[in-house]
Nanobody, 123 residues
Framework: QVQLVESGGGLVQAGDSLTLSCVGT????????MGWFRQASGKEREFVAA????????YYGDSVKGRFTISRDNAKNTVYLQMNSLKPEDTAVYYC????????????????WGQGTQVTVSE
């Protein structure tokens, strides 16, 4: 079991940058695929980014490619989401999730979730 706590959300302007952090507890964290998902008001949750437990393999949703970067520090049990060139359409609650599976983009493969952190991007 992995417990996750996100932080770093807030209100920013379009074009700004923001870094989200997700601290995990539990022995499995360092061997888990870690992902970020987001859910905008009135919309379904969507995949944002994920990376392998080694940090070597990364995957991104089409809407954030080239703007967001996912990384992890297993020594600190932390995964990060660096978000650059933010747009109003990036406004959502961002969730950190952990998976012991082998896929990266499928939401149902993630069995541990954080509580979410709100990111709001104004015009």
């Amino acid at each position: 079991q992995v417990q996750l706590v996100e932080s770093g959300g807030g209100l920013v302007q379009a074009g700004d940058s923001l870094t989200l952090s997700c601290v995990g507890t539990g022995r499995r964290f360092s061997r888990s695929v870690m992902g970020w998902f987001r859910q905008a008001s009135g919309k379904e949750r969507e995949f944002v980014a994920a990376l392998s437990w080694t940090g070597v393999h990364t995957y991104y949703g089409d809407s954030v490619k080239g703007r967001f970067t996912i990384s992890r520090d297993n020594a600190k049990n932390t995964v990060y989401l660096q978000m650059n060139s933010l747009k109003p359409e990036d406004t959502a609650v961002y969730y950190c999730a952990a998976s012991q599976g082998e896929t990266y983009t499928i939401e149902s493969d993630y069995n541990n979730w954080g509580q979410g952190t709100q990111v709001t991007v104004s015009e």
